[in-house]
């Protein structure tokens, strides 16, 4: 059940992605989206991280002192998310840049596309801390709750 539970919470950290990693309000992200394209307005992530755990305080009915480990933990988290979503931004760019130069070069795309890979290894682990750190605040009751209501993705 624990497994499971966590797989849950993984999931829901996964769902927000890199999202909470540049940590902007809803209206910076409204401002930001309507100046830069969705490629550019990383801000966006930020925002649906902000509206899920908002969403994880309210339905789990998190205390005070709870929420407030949660925004420590995401806090702690943030660096490590924000450098493996940078990284990985930064691959997608060159990769493409790479699969359009003539003659194809297969070893260069493959080297670039093993190492997208390792970080969203990564990514995926910084969100699993993060996911089990959460898990470790939260009540039997809560964690019971959390199960039944992240989606099963894992």
Known sequence: MKKLILTAIVAGTMVCGSMFATGKTLSTVSTAFAAETADEAPGM??????????????????TETQQ???????????PAIQAA???????????????????????????????????????TMAFA???????????????ELAEKLMPKRF
């Open 129 to 143: 801390r993060m996911a089990n750190e959460i898990h470790a605040i939260l009540t039997p009751e809560q964690r």
């Open 68 to 78: 407030n480990e949660v925004q420590a933990i995401r806090e702690r988290n943030k």
């Open 85 to 123: 979503s940078e990284k990985l931004r930064k691959g997608r760019a060159e990769l493409r840049q790479v699969i359009q130069t003539h003659p194809f070069d297969e070893a260069a795309v493959r080297n670039l596309a093993e190492k997208q890979s390792e970080l969203r290894v990564e990514l």
């Open 45 to 62: 992530r930020g925002a649906m991280a902000d509206r899920f755990f908002e969403r994880m305080t309210r339905v789990l009915d998190l």
